[in-house]
């Protein structure tokens, strides 16, 4: 049987934000793994994933929404966000710009995005301590005024990816259900 039609108990769309090259793609096929199927619109330029969670006796099948690139002509529409629950919103700890694209990324999701979606703040590549840009400090700050949950990770040692995902899939049922 085709694992993909395994019966589940609720579908959760949520979405990939942040500057281009901060690690989006690589954090979504860390945590999508073996379940990873890439879907595609090209007429909107996304692609997708899913992952399946399971929360107490309920089953989850978390849709994750990518980019194709997009994001570096800043030309993400609400069509991203409609119907979105969470938000992975993800900057490079060794390049500073890319945090301080966090707030307009917000403004973004604000504008577009549900009220109540949960976002997480990435601070990703943290497997580049040396190069570092944005102290954790700074990243944890950021995300108490904004109220957020925070976490680093490094998709490329698969450190905390898997936490990031899962804070954000269990928010979204706690608040959901
Ligand atoms: P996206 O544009 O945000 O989707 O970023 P990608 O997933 O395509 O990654 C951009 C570049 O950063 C690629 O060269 C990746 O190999 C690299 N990269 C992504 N995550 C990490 C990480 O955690 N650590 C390091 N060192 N490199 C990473
Ligand atoms: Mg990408």
Same mark, same amino acid.
């Given at each position: $049987?085709?694992?993909?039609?395994?019966?589940?108990?609720?579908?959760?769309?949520? %979405?990939? =934000?942040?500057?281009?090259? /901060? @690690?989006?793609?690589?954090?979504? $096929?860390?945590?999508?793994?073996?379940?990873? +199927?890439?879907?595609?619109?090209?007429? =909107?330029?996304?692609?997708?994933?899913?992952?399946?969670?399971?929360?107490?006796?309920?089953?989850?099948k978390a849709q994750i929404?990518?980019?194709?690139?997009?994001? +570096?002509? &800043? *030309?993400?529409?609400?069509?991203?966000?409609?119907?979105?629950?969470?938000?992975?919103?993800?900057?490079?700890?060794?390049?500073?710009?890319?945090?301080?694209?966090?707030?307009?990324?917000?403004?973004?999701?604000?504008?577009?995005?549900?009220?109540?979606? /949960?976002?997480?703040?990435?601070?990703?590549?943290?497997?580049? @301590? +040396? $190069?570092?840009?944005?102290?954790?400090?700074?990243? &944890?700050?950021?995300?108490?005024?904004?109220?957020?949950?925070?976490?680093?990770? $490094?998709?490329?040692q698969n450190f905390h990816v898997e936490e *990031?995902?899962?804070? #954000? %899939?269990?928010? =979204?049922?706690? =608040?959901? #259900?």
């Amino acid at each position: $049987s085709d694992p993909y039609e395994e019966e589940c108990d609720y579908l959760f769309k949520a %979405v990939l =934000i942040g500057d281009a090259a /901060v @690690g989006k793609s690589n954090l979504l $096929s860390r945590f999508a793994g073996d379940d990873f +199927r890439l879907d595609s619109k090209p007429t =909107i330029g996304v692609e997708f994933a899913y992952r399946n969670v399971k929360i107490g006796d309920k089953l989850i099948k978390a849709q994750i929404w990518d980019t194709a690139g997009q994001e +570096r002509f &800043r *030309a993400i529409t609400s069509s991203y966000y409609r119907g979105a629950l969470g938000a992975l919103l993800v900057y490079d700890i060794t390049r500073r710009a890319t945090f301080d694209s966090i707030k307009r990324w917000l403004r973004e999701i604000r504008e577009f995005g549900k009220s109540d979606m /949960v976002v997480v703040l990435v601070g990703n590549k943290s497997d580049l @301590g +040396r $190069s570092r840009e944005v102290s954790e400090e700074e990243g &944890r700050n950021l995300a108490e005024i904004e109220d957020l949950f925070f976490m680093e990770t $490094s998709a490329l040692q698969n450190f905390h990816v898997e936490e *990031a995902f899962l804070h #954000m %899939v269990t928010r =979204i049922y706690e =608040i959901t #259900m």
